[in-house]
T-cell receptor, first 112, second 116 residues
Framework: AQSVAQPEDQVNVAEGNPLTVKCTYS??????LFWYVQYPNRGLQFLLK??????LVKGSYGFEAEFNKSQTSFHLKKPSALVSDSALYFC??????????FGGGTRVLVKP | EAGVAQSPRYKIIEKRQSVAFWCNPI?????LYWYQQILGQGPKLLIQ????????DSQLPKDRFSAERLKGVDSTLKIQPAKLEDSAVYLC??????????????FGPGTRLTVT
């Protein structure tokens, strides 16, 4: 069974500061992990994924995520946050058959 | 390339009425998904199609929900009769295939359903 935990319901950060959104996972077998972002009144947009290879994955809009197998974590990061990064972020492991398991998400609020 | 299209964007109905949502996936995408996203929660998979066949409908409330994907392209999701707890955003997504983990899913804008 697949599961994901995003321990923070909301993250507040000042514009220009580093942004981190935490994610821990529980999967059977090799972990395939995705990050999606949801802006208000819009569908989810793909940010990045970890399938295999380098533990540091770079994605869209300047985001990156670090896969840590020993800590079963896949935290999303951005060195310098923008106000436009304010949105809802979902971490999702992938099960067989290309099925994503979403948690409750983390709301990010970037203040000017 | 055009994204996943959904209609209508918003729908308000009374309980016990019926409603249908339409989805047009990205051209060439074999796999189509319907998700239900209740306010404050992450999306929950309702049904997954591979071409015009159902791959997984284990979380679809089959007493009131139905879905079809005729000809392996467009899809419709129907609720009959609707209950208050069906108020949610219904998201459609598509991917190239379901056989490889590298095939990310592309989501439509969703249909926001309010049942009164």
């Amino acid at each position: 069974a697949q599961s994901v935990a995003q321990p923070e319901d909301q993250v507040n950060v000042a514009e220009g500061n580093p942004l981190t959104v935490k994610c821990t996972y529980s999967v059977s077998g090799n972990p395939y992990l995705f990050w999606y972002v949801q802006y208000p009144n819009r569908g989810l947009q793909f940010l990045l994924k970890y399938i295999t290879g380098d533990n540091l994955v770079k994605g869209s809009y300047g985001f990156e995520a670090e896969f840590n197998k020993s800590q079963t974590s896949f935290h999303l990061k951005k060195p310098s946050a923008l106000v436009s990064d304010s949105a809802l972020y979902f971490c999702a492991p992938l099960a067989a058959g290309n099925k994503l398991t979403f948690g409750g998400g983390t709301r990010v609020l970037v203040k000017p | 390339e055009a994204g996943v299209a959904q209609s209508p964007r918003y729908k308000i109905i009374e309980k016990r009425q019926s409603v249908a949502f339409w989805c047009n996936p990205i051209s060439g995408h074999a796999t189509l998904y319907w998700y239900q996203q209740i306010l404050g929660q992450g999306p929950k998979l309702l049904i997954q199609f591979q071409n015009n066949g159902v791959v997984d409908d284990s979380q679809l409330p089959k007493d009131r929900f139905s879905a079809e994907r005729l000809k392996g392209v467009d899809s419709t999701l129907k609720i009959q009769p609707a209950k208050l707890e069906d108020s949610a955003v219904y998201l459609c997504a598509s991917s190239l295939d379901s056989q490889g983990p590298s095939y990310e899913q592309y989501f439509g804008p969703g249909t926001r359903l309010t049942v009164t």
